[in-house]
């Protein structure tokens, strides 16, 4: 139990559906982050939100659409995603936007068909 | 674009010895250091972090920067079987939210 929970652990989508990831901090904590995880490849930043606010969007495609309405709740909107979207998308938080450490959840295993 | 370079491995030890594991990193003005390490199916979970130079120990676990080199390792000492899994290099400087990963090095102890 690492304090940061994400549901759904597994999503199955097809590519004209439309589903959303959610992920819980009970930390306290005031940034969130979200990841992603491919095969043989190194985290890659998404999104990150201090106080509610976006901070950082590296370059995500708009077919992901984060929303984070309060500092302790973080969705990852998802529509008309492609194959190679297919991977493990990882919620993250930290105490601060200097963000010293990071608590990841266990992530949500996504497989677009 | 920063960078954060790893061994992929596997690095493959016999129980009991010691396991060292090595990280690159290209921006000069990274302050953070980190290591975490994930099972398969699991997220990554934080080992230790450094902040200065020279050698930082938890138990088994030694961290050791060397920001002239641009270099940090983690040596895990009297390795275990249940330390096998895949070691994460992580850095970060004071401006941005952002750290930047590494591949990750898979280490695989023998019993």
């Known amino acids: 139990e690492t304090g940061v929970t994400q549901t759904p652990r597994h999503l199955v989508m097809g590519m004209t559906n439309k589903k959303s990831l959610k992920c819980e901090q009970h930390l306290g904590h005031n940034a969130m982050y979200w990841y992603k995880q491919s095969a043989k490849k190194p985290l890659e930043l998404m999104f990150v939100?201090?106080?509610?606010?976006?901070?950082e969007n590296n370059s995500v495609p708009s077919r992901f659409s984060p929303e984070c309405p309060n500092s302790s709740h973080l969705f990852l909107h998802l529509h008309t995603l492609q194959p190679e979207d297919s991977a493990l998308y990882l919620c993250?938080?930290?105490?601060?936007?200097?963000?010293?450490?990071?608590?990841f959840g266990e992530g949500s295993w996504l497989t677009v068909v | 674009q920063k960078e954060v370079e790893q061994n992929s491995g596997p690095l493959s030890v016999p129980e009991g010895a010691i396991a060292s594991l090595n990280c690159t990193y290209s921006?000069?003005?990274?302050?953070?250091f980190f290591w975490y390490r994930q099972y398969s199916g699991k997220s990554p979970e934080l080992i230790m972090f450094i902040y200065s130079n020279g050698d930082k120990e938890d138990g088994r676990f030694t961290a050791q920067l060397n920001k002239a080199s641009q270099y940090v390792s983690l040596l895990i000492r009297d390795s275990q079987p249940s330390d096998s899994a895949t070691y994460l290099c992580?850095?970060?400087?004071?401006?941005?939210?952002?750290?930047?990963f590494g591949p990750g090095t898979r280490l695989s102890v023998l019993p």
């Open positions: 992580a850095v970060k400087d004071n401006y941005g939210q952002n750290f930047v």
């Open positions: 939100y201090s106080l509610e606010e976006r901070v």
């Open positions: 993250a938080s930290s105490p601060d936007s200097a963000g010293n450490t990071i608590y």
């Open positions: 921006d000069r003005g990274s302050q953070s």
